[in-house]
Protein backbone atom coordinates (compact mmCIF):
# COMPACT_ATOMS: atom_id res chain seq x y z
CA UNK A 1 0.00 0.00 0.00
CA UNK A 2 2.15 3.00 -1.17
CA UNK A 3 -0.40 5.74 -0.09
CA UNK A 4 1.15 9.05 -1.34
CA UNK A 5 3.85 9.21 -3.40
CA UNK A 6 6.03 12.26 -4.41
CA UNK A 7 8.84 12.37 -7.01
CA UNK A 8 11.50 13.43 -7.10
CA UNK A 9 12.67 12.89 -3.43
CA UNK A 10 15.72 16.39 -4.09
CA UNK A 11 16.04 18.64 -7.08
CA UNK A 12 18.61 21.23 -7.84
CA UNK A 13 17.38 23.60 -9.95
CA UNK A 14 18.66 27.01 -11.45
CA UNK A 15 17.03 30.40 -11.15
CA UNK A 16 14.45 30.43 -14.58
CA UNK A 17 13.94 26.63 -14.83
CA UNK A 18 10.70 25.40 -14.49
CA UNK A 19 9.67 21.68 -13.30
CA UNK A 20 6.83 19.53 -12.36
CA UNK A 21 6.78 17.93 -9.06
CA UNK A 22 4.69 14.67 -9.24
CA UNK A 23 2.20 13.87 -6.21
CA UNK A 24 0.16 10.63 -6.67
CA UNK A 25 -2.02 8.58 -4.36
CA UNK A 26 -3.70 5.20 -4.64
CA UNK A 27 -6.10 5.51 -1.69
CA UNK A 28 -9.17 6.91 -4.25
CA UNK A 29 -9.12 9.91 -1.93
CA UNK A 30 -10.79 13.12 -3.24
CA UNK A 31 -9.05 15.93 -1.98
CA UNK A 32 -5.48 16.56 -2.76
CA UNK A 33 -3.26 19.60 -1.78
CA UNK A 34 0.23 21.04 -1.55
CA UNK A 35 2.23 22.42 1.02
CA UNK A 36 5.79 23.93 1.36
CA UNK A 37 7.87 23.84 4.84
CA UNK A 38 10.19 26.23 5.73
CA UNK A 39 12.23 26.81 8.56
CA UNK A 40 10.24 29.17 11.36
CA UNK A 41 7.29 28.82 8.75
CA UNK A 42 5.34 25.79 9.38
CA UNK A 43 3.50 24.33 6.73
CA UNK A 44 1.62 26.80 4.37
CA UNK A 45 -0.99 25.66 2.00
CA UNK A 46 -0.12 25.90 -1.91
CA UNK A 47 -2.66 24.89 -3.89
CA UNK A 48 -5.91 22.24 -3.36
CA UNK A 49 -7.99 20.38 -4.98
CA UNK A 50 -11.57 18.81 -3.99
CA UNK A 51 -11.83 16.40 -6.85
CA UNK A 52 -10.49 16.01 -10.37
CA UNK A 53 -11.00 19.14 -13.03
CA UNK A 54 -11.61 20.92 -9.71
CA UNK A 55 -8.21 23.05 -7.92
CA UNK A 56 -8.26 26.44 -5.94
CA UNK A 57 -5.37 28.90 -4.61
CA UNK A 58 -4.23 28.28 -0.93
CA UNK A 59 -2.18 31.02 1.30
CA UNK A 60 1.28 30.96 -1.12
CA UNK A 61 -0.04 30.13 -4.77
CA UNK A 62 2.37 32.96 -6.82
CA UNK A 63 4.71 31.38 -9.33
CA UNK A 64 3.13 27.84 -8.86
CA UNK A 65 0.27 26.19 -11.25
CA UNK A 66 -1.71 22.96 -11.03
CA UNK A 67 -3.91 20.64 -12.52
CA UNK A 68 -6.11 17.61 -11.90
CA UNK A 69 -6.76 15.53 -14.87
CA UNK A 70 -7.28 12.23 -12.93
CA UNK A 71 -8.51 11.46 -8.87
CA UNK A 72 -4.84 9.89 -8.55
CA UNK A 73 -2.58 12.30 -9.68
CA UNK A 74 -1.60 16.11 -8.61
CA UNK A 75 1.21 17.44 -10.06
CA UNK A 76 2.29 20.75 -9.14
CA UNK A 77 4.56 23.39 -11.50
CA UNK A 78 6.85 25.84 -11.19
CA UNK A 79 6.68 28.21 -13.55
CA UNK A 80 10.32 29.85 -13.32
CA UNK A 81 11.75 28.72 -10.57
CA UNK A 82 13.71 31.48 -8.49
CA UNK A 83 15.65 30.82 -5.06
CA UNK A 84 12.64 32.26 -2.94
CA UNK A 85 11.01 29.00 -4.14
CA UNK A 86 13.53 26.67 -2.23
CA UNK A 87 11.77 24.42 0.32
CA UNK A 88 10.27 21.40 1.07
CA UNK A 89 7.15 20.19 -0.27
CA UNK A 90 4.64 17.70 0.82
CA UNK A 91 1.58 16.62 -1.05
CA UNK A 92 -1.58 15.30 1.01
CA UNK A 93 -4.55 13.87 0.43
CA UNK A 94 -7.61 13.29 2.35
CA UNK A 95 -11.71 12.07 2.36
CA UNK A 96 -14.00 14.70 1.44
CA UNK A 97 -15.47 14.36 5.24
CA UNK A 98 -16.47 16.65 7.86
CA UNK A 99 -15.58 14.85 10.27
CA UNK A 100 -11.93 14.61 11.68
CA UNK A 101 -10.54 13.10 8.86
CA UNK A 102 -6.82 13.34 9.23
CA UNK A 103 -4.90 14.29 5.55
CA UNK A 104 -1.98 11.93 4.73
CA UNK A 105 1.30 13.18 3.18
CA UNK A 106 3.64 12.01 1.42
CA UNK A 107 7.53 11.68 2.00
CA UNK A 108 8.26 15.39 0.82
CA UNK A 109 10.24 16.68 -1.99
CA UNK A 110 13.15 18.99 -1.03
CA UNK A 111 13.87 21.52 -4.01
CA UNK A 112 17.17 23.43 -4.11
CA UNK A 113 16.72 26.61 -6.44
CA UNK A 114 20.26 27.94 -7.19
CA UNK B 1 -1.12 36.85 10.45
CA UNK B 2 -0.82 33.68 12.06
CA UNK B 3 -3.74 32.53 12.88
CA UNK B 4 -2.07 29.11 14.38
CA UNK B 5 0.72 29.74 17.09
CA UNK B 6 3.20 27.51 18.46
CA UNK B 7 4.99 29.49 20.84
CA UNK B 8 7.48 27.26 21.93
CA UNK B 9 9.84 26.13 19.70
CA UNK B 10 11.81 23.00 21.25
CA UNK B 11 11.21 21.05 24.52
CA UNK B 12 13.56 18.80 26.88
CA UNK B 13 11.32 16.30 29.08
CA UNK B 14 12.76 13.22 31.04
CA UNK B 15 11.91 9.65 29.56
CA UNK B 16 8.47 8.52 31.49
CA UNK B 17 7.52 12.56 32.68
CA UNK B 18 4.54 13.88 30.89
CA UNK B 19 4.90 16.12 27.89
CA UNK B 20 2.84 19.18 27.15
CA UNK B 21 2.93 20.64 23.92
CA UNK B 22 0.85 23.84 23.60
CA UNK B 23 -1.19 25.59 20.64
CA UNK B 24 -3.09 29.02 20.22
CA UNK B 25 -5.38 30.09 17.08
CA UNK B 26 -7.53 33.16 16.59
CA UNK B 27 -9.63 32.10 14.05
CA UNK B 28 -13.22 31.24 15.75
CA UNK B 29 -14.18 29.20 12.58
CA UNK B 30 -11.79 26.29 12.80
CA UNK B 31 -13.99 23.12 13.25
CA UNK B 32 -11.70 20.48 13.97
CA UNK B 33 -8.00 20.28 15.51
CA UNK B 34 -5.36 18.09 14.67
CA UNK B 35 -1.84 17.29 16.00
CA UNK B 36 1.14 15.68 13.33
CA UNK B 37 4.23 14.34 14.13
CA UNK B 38 7.39 14.96 11.72
CA UNK B 39 10.38 12.76 11.83
CA UNK B 40 13.45 14.35 9.62
CA UNK B 41 13.26 13.44 6.15
CA UNK B 42 9.62 12.20 6.54
CA UNK B 43 6.16 13.87 6.05
CA UNK B 44 3.96 14.52 8.62
CA UNK B 45 1.94 11.44 10.13
CA UNK B 46 -1.41 11.72 11.54
CA UNK B 47 -1.38 11.87 15.81
CA UNK B 48 -4.87 12.51 17.24
CA UNK B 49 -7.72 15.07 16.24
CA UNK B 50 -10.09 16.84 18.23
CA UNK B 51 -13.39 18.46 17.20
CA UNK B 52 -14.41 21.99 18.42
CA UNK B 53 -17.47 20.61 19.51
CA UNK B 54 -15.40 18.69 22.54
CA UNK B 55 -12.65 19.13 24.98
CA UNK B 56 -10.72 16.34 25.13
CA UNK B 57 -10.37 13.62 23.29
CA UNK B 58 -7.60 10.81 24.15
CA UNK B 59 -5.56 8.03 22.32
CA UNK B 60 -3.77 5.64 24.15
CA UNK B 61 -0.41 7.80 25.35
CA UNK B 62 -2.05 10.81 23.72
CA UNK B 63 -4.35 13.44 24.75
CA UNK B 64 -5.75 16.14 23.38
CA UNK B 65 -7.42 19.04 25.25
CA UNK B 66 -9.55 21.78 23.92
CA UNK B 67 -10.11 25.01 25.59
CA UNK B 68 -12.45 27.07 23.10
CA UNK B 69 -13.03 30.28 25.35
CA UNK B 70 -9.03 30.43 25.54
CA UNK B 71 -8.73 29.49 21.86
CA UNK B 72 -5.91 26.83 22.96
CA UNK B 73 -5.46 23.59 22.60
CA UNK B 74 -3.04 21.08 24.14
CA UNK B 75 -1.59 17.60 23.73
CA UNK B 76 -0.16 15.47 26.49
CA UNK B 77 1.63 12.53 26.17
CA UNK B 78 2.30 10.26 29.32
CA UNK B 79 4.52 8.77 29.25
CA UNK B 80 7.04 10.42 27.55
CA UNK B 81 9.51 8.08 24.96
CA UNK B 82 12.84 8.37 23.16
CA UNK B 83 11.10 7.49 19.99
CA UNK B 84 8.39 10.53 20.35
CA UNK B 85 11.19 13.11 19.69
CA UNK B 86 10.24 14.24 16.78
CA UNK B 87 8.60 17.90 15.77
CA UNK B 88 4.81 18.18 16.88
CA UNK B 89 2.54 20.64 14.55
CA UNK B 90 -0.57 21.70 15.50
CA UNK B 91 -2.96 21.84 12.58
CA UNK B 92 -6.36 23.44 12.06
CA UNK B 93 -8.91 22.81 9.72
CA UNK B 94 -12.32 25.02 8.37
CA UNK B 95 -14.65 23.19 6.91
CA UNK B 96 -12.78 21.23 4.89
CA UNK B 97 -9.84 18.21 5.37
CA UNK B 98 -8.03 19.61 1.81
CA UNK B 99 -7.47 22.83 3.96
CA UNK B 100 -4.87 22.89 7.02
CA UNK B 101 -3.44 25.73 8.60
CA UNK B 102 -0.56 24.75 10.33
CA UNK B 103 1.50 25.72 13.43
CA UNK B 104 5.15 26.25 13.36
CA UNK B 105 6.08 23.16 15.16
CA UNK B 106 7.53 22.25 18.19
CA UNK B 107 10.63 20.27 18.55
CA UNK B 108 10.34 17.36 21.25
CA UNK B 109 13.59 15.76 22.84
CA UNK B 110 12.66 13.00 25.20
CA UNK B 111 16.07 12.38 26.87
CA UNK B 112 16.50 9.10 29.17
Known sequence: ?114 | DQQVKQNSPSLSVQEGRISILNCDYTNSMFDYFLWYKKYPAEGPTFLISISSIKDKNEDGRFTVFLNKSAKHLSLHIVPSQPGDSAVYFCAARSGTASKLTFGTGTRLQVTL
Open chain 1, 1 to 114: NAGVTQTPKFQVLKTGQSMTLQCAQDMNHEYMSWYRQDPGMGLRLIHYSVGAGITDQGEVPNGYNVSRSTTEDFPLRLLSAAPSQTSVYFCASSYPSRGGTEAFFGQGTRLTVV
